[in-house]
């Protein structure tokens, strides 16, 4: 049967139909999606909900969105307590979430982005069960994060489930994660380190058995231990194994994935089962060559992306919409993706793992940081569960520590050296880094990590577009062994204002040309792509976003630096630049095409294409053949009063827009 949705999975990869992790046969789960009530504010006045759920949905982008609680409650019901435990379980909820389980409080959690559980067996009864929860997305003093430039949706945004298995287990409670960790020291040596629970009042002697399965579903390496479980003890277990021919996950290329299948029987009997897909890879940060991919130059570009957001939905997206989110970045041609500024879902890494995208994840200690106790200890809960929930992905290529700390004191240092031993002793083989913004490359901010980044502007908030290229190369000489990327830099751009040709706006006002944007990106990534030595590029953004701080563009509550549109309708042309630039996929697009006014006859066509020539066409009229130089081709035309059809063909493929021309009365 795994073996079987393994293979569905391959054929539908593109489709991004299936799920992360196979439940077995030895635990019962129960969706808990339906059903719910909620209430605003406090727990009067019920209406019914489905999850996901916000309860910023409507006013994710105004200016003055709703941080508080939120109450929800629904009944559960149970035929009668089976054996075993049983489990609530939460994909996430923001920020801080208290639950009750017939009137008893079974638990809170304090952090938005990662799984938790709770053990409910003792607080479960046959029949009606009373489950109420109360999440709120006020500022917490000692929850990360603290600030930020993104709006800080509440609610049951992700889905919640019963899971019962059996009183010998992999363990439940292990941050979240699936108690299970895959990684290969040498790619021929795959290894597990295996956490097995036992609940019962006696000890207990099981049988762990790891196998390895290829694409074909054919079993291609095993180990096996057999373990002495003490009583209410969680026991560790190691296993090894060797693995003939190795085929590593490349990428982009061939994002190969194994089936990881660990069981714990006694007996012969199993008592559970956890299923995870694996890949086997090897990553080396280089600070002269970049990274290197199994030992080869890798080049890794793409966007940073915030949770999935659906007008109407808010970010309580079902997997659907991600999907469709990454359908536009398959288009676009990416090789990475900066997962800002905090843990995503489980199906957006398990995508990642399919397409072959590297990831860059990171914790939410983002703009602030405070030096209590309280904080550090959340901080620390935050970093072992984004690095246990995340461990077997094989898109995971780097943990990021933080984004933008702007206060660069002793309690910064102090917060961010604490997470760099956290996060090497919990996963010694990946690298971490730091976004640094707003101060020198080689002062302190930047030094607490194994890699940085830098979060730029230039051409947008301050200095001029030619900037970018000496102060990456500064930065590498400054910090010549330092790997270093670019893990922010973009302009604003919106669909409704057009200006062409365009003279530079100012950052913060509402007047933001997408023709500017464009021309930020023709030269950023010019100067990007003659630093082969930069380990990861990120556009600031993939897509708008909800930033309710933010009063510019062509609306209040957003970030409109992303190449597409909020609501996934319009893809701006500095997206089909950056297509010209990144895909194999063959390509032609006419810029400013939204600029369909023209009061002037004398104009310019630009297209991006990625094919060798483009033949451009103006009402019937050839205008001649133009290499696509740089992925740019250009033509000076004459428009002739009222509308121009403007066709643009690259061999078979075409594009073609209308311009009608209205000379300005005067």
Known sequence: MLATMIRVCRVLVLALSCIATVQAAPRTVTPLDAGWEFAKGAPAGWTAVTLPHTFNAEDGTSLHFYRGAGWYRRT??????????????????????????????????????????????????????????????????????????????????????????????????????????????????????????????????????????????????TAQRSVALPARAVVPVELDAVLADPHLWQGVED????????????????????????????????????????????????????????????????????????????DLGVTGLRFAHYQHNEHSYALADRLGYLVWTELPLTSEVNGSDAYAANAAQQARELVRQNFNHPSVFVWGLGNEIYKVDEVSGRVLDAMQKLVHAEDASRPTAYANCCAPIDGPQAMHTDAVGSNVYFGWYDKEFADLAPFLATNHAKRPRMPQSLSEYGAGGSALHQEDPVRRPVAPSRWHPEQYQALYHEAAWRQIEAAPWLWASFVWTGFD????????????????????????????????????????????????????????????????????????????????????????????????????????????????VEWTLAPASH
């Not at 006020?138 to 899971?163: E, K």
């Not at 009063?551 to 089909?576: H, Q, T």
């Open 76 to 221: 559960i019901d149970v035929a009668r307590p089976g054996a075993g435990r049983t489990y609530l379980e939460f994909d996430g909820a923001a920020l801080a979430t208290d639950v009750w389980l017939n009137g008893t409080h079974i638990g809170r959690h304090e952090g938005g982005f990662a799984r938790f559980r709770f053990d409910v067996t003792d607080q479960l009864r046959a029949g009606a069960n009373a489950l109420l929860v109360r999440v709120d997305n006020t500022r917490q003093p000692d929850v990360a994060p603290l600030g930020g430039d993104y709006t800080l949706y509440g609610g049951l945004y992700r889905r919640v489930r019963l899971v019962t298995a059996a009183d010998v287990h992999i363990d439940m409670l292990d941050a979240g994660g699936p108690g299970v960790y895959f990684s290969t020291p040498q790619p021929d040596r795959p290894h597990w380190r295996v956490r097995v629970a036992n609940d019962r009042a006696r000890a207990e002697n099981v049988a762990v058995t790891a196998r390895l399965r290829d694409a074909a579903g054919k079993v291609v390496a």
């Open 545 to 656: 976003f909800a930033s309710s701080g933010r009063n510019e563009g062509d609306g209040p509550g957003v970030n409109d630096k992303g190449l597409v549109s909020m609501d996934r309708k319009v893809r701006k042309d500095a997206y089909y630049w950056y297509q010209a630039n990144w895909s194999k996929t063959p390509m032609v697009h006419i810029t400013s095409r939204r600029a369909v006014r023209r009061t002037e006859a004398d104009v310019e066509v630009k297209v991006y294409s990625n094919q060798r020539a483009v033949r451009l066409r103006v009402n019937g009229v050839d205008q001649g053949e133009q290499a696509a130089g740089g992925h740019v081709a250009r033509w000076r035309v004459r428009l002739a009063p009222g509308a121009n059809r403007i066709e643009a063909r690259a061999g078979a493929l075409m594009d073609d």
């Open 255 to 330: 994002p190969y994935l194994y089936a990881s299948e660990v069981t714990v029987a006694r007996a012969g009997a199993v008592l559970d089962r956890v299923d995870n897909e694996v890949g086997i890879r090897t990553i080396q940060l280089d600070p002269d060559r970049g990274l290197l991919l199994n030992g080869r130059p890798y080049r890794v570009h793409g966007v940073n992306v915030h949770l999935t957001y659906v007008p109407g939905k808010g970010t309580a997206v079902d997997d659907a919409d991600i999907d469709t989110d990454y359908r536009i970045l398959s």
